[in-house]
């Protein structure tokens, strides 16, 4: 009887082994599965340059050069100038490089600037992941 009730808890001991087998392979097959799925996906970040937006005419690029490396007074007055002329996004990544110059001097004016230039930015715009980084900033 005794034989009968060890080789009984043997059987249990092995049959609850297995079980335990059986999940943890599961678990370690839906782990897989997922790092899988995750190595599979590239991320989309591209890092965006202002000079490759479109929008700004080429026979504005050497002035609008020379209005930024003259600081904010003169950049304002080329934006207010050939502001028309220029087409987003291209004019917002402008705008937003005119805000983060403008911070120190006028944060009210950049503030407003930033203000108008996120209400037209749609999220599929590629100036949209520059806006976000500097959203914490200007609001």
Request: hydrophobic share 40%.
């Amino acid at each position: 009887m005794t034989k009968t009730i060890w080789a009984f808890i043997i059987v249990v001991v092995l049959y609850l082994a297995w079980l335990l087998y059986q999940n943890w392979a599961g678990v370690r097959d839906e782990h897989d599965a997922q790092v899988q799925n995750n190595n599979n996906k590239q991320p989309v970040a591209v890092a965006v340059n202002g000079d490759s937006l479109s929008g700004l005419p080429a026979g504005l690029e050497t002035s609008f050069r020379t209005a930024k490396d003259k600081g904010t007074t003169t950049l304002r007055e080329w934006l207010k100038i050939y502001g028309s002329q220029i087409q987003d996004p291209r004019k917002a990544w402008i705008e937003l490089e005119f805000c983060v110059a403008l911070a120190r001097e006028n944060p009210a004016e950049a503030k407003s600037i930033f203000a108008s230039v996120k209400q037209r930015t749609p999220p599929s715009s590629p100036v949209w992941p520059r806006m976000k980084e500097l959203e914490k900033t200007f609001e």
